[in-house]
Nanobody, 121 residues
Framework: QVQLVESGGGTVQPGGSLNLSCLASGNIFDRISIMSWHRQAPGKQRELVASIASGGTRPYYSDFAKGRFTISRDNAKNTLSLQMNILKPQNTAVYFC?????????????WGQGTQVTVSS
């Protein structure tokens, strides 16, 4: 059973930084998988922030994340991270970690409970 637990959220002033972490239990990091961060702001749909495949190469970023956010994964520590710099008030949202197990047919998705990020002066 795969469980994802996010941490690192909080309140930060505009221009500040946060580093989110997602610790996975189970063996998802040993499998062919795609790990990603998503966010959901109040009244809006959940949207993709960034994703990274098993090998850790060629990460994908949504346009608003390019140049300011960095996604990384440490397979040895079963941890997915999201470094967020130069945060803006519009980055305020609940941030979720997601894992997609590509070795299962159909592919199986796992979600964390989310961590609140608030950017406010």
């Amino acid at each position: 059973q795969v469980q994802l637990v996010e941490s690192g959220g909080g309140t930060v002033q505009p221009g500040g930084s946060l580093n989110l972490s997602c610790l996975a239990s189970g063996n998802i990091f040993d499998r062919i998988s795609i790990m990603s961060w998503h966010r959901q702001a109040p009244g809006k749909q959940r949207e993709l922030v960034a994703s990274i495949a098993s090998g850790g190469t060629r990460p994908y970023y949504s346009d608003f994340a390019k140049g300011r956010f960095t996604i990384s994964r440490d397979n040895a520590k079963n941890t997915l991270s999201l470094q967020m710099n130069i945060l803006k008030p519009q980055n305020t949202a609940v941030y979720f970690c997601k894992a997609v197990d590509l070795e299962q047919e159909p592919h199986r998705d796992y979600w964390g409970q989310g961590t609140q990020v608030t950017v406010s002066s």
